[in-house]
């Protein structure tokens, strides 16, 4: 097994390993890598659903999205990203080619336990564009200016699906009506004990024991802090790759930037803690 790191502070690939049948001792270097470096891809795998699905178990549970237009139809744990892109009209659907390129973002924010990682499985890349960008949640709460960090104290920050502008385009009609979740702004990572801006302005809708003039200000004001100079992985695609990002250190965004008429397809799956 090799590893190489890919970015400056996060992210890095590892080659030469079949993750169909790994040892517990192979499997705890890969963990140990993904804390260290908050993304990760697997390179060169040929994958059944199956084999999928008992890798992403190691990392914790498997968790059904909201999102049910989006689920595989007989396994609700499979999301499939890039699927059905045109309209009976033939006309692009924005929604789906641009899932996950509005904000930067983590997944799952809005649930009491928040997804722990999201793993993605490539099955076809387009010729060019289509990147995931990341970036370190860690190094958002580092370069936080003094007086930014004593405003957000131990604050918490109330967080729904799809947030201020209910953007909820993804979900069935029934599953529209969100109550906030509150969870701490600055979070203290529950395995490497960092700390990071544990964020989403897409959403976010209120910072608590603020007045809502001063909950947007304040919202507005770390959405500019999120990202770092030295801090971000752009992941380019290969058609094999399994990626998995810790969403309690890392933001990432969609790129939606590649020819629409190309394929781009991934499985996914939301991981939350183990029970
Ligand atoms: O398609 C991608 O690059 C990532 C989309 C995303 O935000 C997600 O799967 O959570
Ligand atoms: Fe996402």
Redesign the pocket.
């Known amino acids: 097994m090799q590893v190489n790191k890919l970015g400056p502070q996060i992210g890095a690939e590892i080659l030469g390993v079949d993750i169909r049948n790994l040892d517990q001792e192979t499997f705890d270097v890969i963990y140990q890598t993904w804390l260290d470096c908050n993304v990760i891809a697997v390179r060169d795998q040929a994958l059944e659903l199956d084999d999928f699905f008992n890798y992403s178990r190691r990392f914790g549970n498997l968790y059904a999205h909201p999102s049910k237009s989006t689920r595989h139809p007989e396994h609700p744990e499979l ?1 499939i ?2 699927v059905n892109k045109f309209n009976a009209d033939g006309k692009l659907d924005k929604v789906i080619y641009g ?3 509005d904000n930067w ?1 983590t ?1 799952g924010a809005y649930d009491e336990i928040p997804f722990k990682a ?1 793993q ?1 499985y490539a099955l076809a890349i387009p010729s060019h564009g ?3 960008l990341f970036a370190s949640m860690y190094a958002a709460y580092d370069a936080l200016p003094q007086t930014l960090r004593a405003q957000v104290g131990n604050r918490l920050g109330g967080f729904t699906y799809g947030g201020r502008r209910k953007a909820t385009a993804l979900l069935n009609q029934e599953d529209r009506d969100w109550t906030p979740v509150w969870h701490p702004i600055i979070r203290t990572h529950p395995e490497t004990g960092r700390k990071g801006l544990y964020f989403d302005p897409g959403k976010i809708v209120a910072i608590e024991g603020l007045p809502k003039n001063e909950s947007d200000a304040l919202i507005d004001e770390l959405t500019t802090h999120m990202i770092q100079p030295d801090a971000e992985y752009h992941h380019k695609w290969r058609t094999g790759d399994v990626v998995i990002w810790d969403n309690r250190c890392t933001y ?4 939606a930037d590649y020819p629409p008429e190309e394929d ?1 397809i ?1 499985w ?1 799956v939301s991981i939350k803690p183990p029970a």
């Open positions: 999301t990203l890039g899932r996950g390129s973002h997944d999201t993605l289509g990147d995931t990432h965004r969609a790129a781009r991934h996914r």
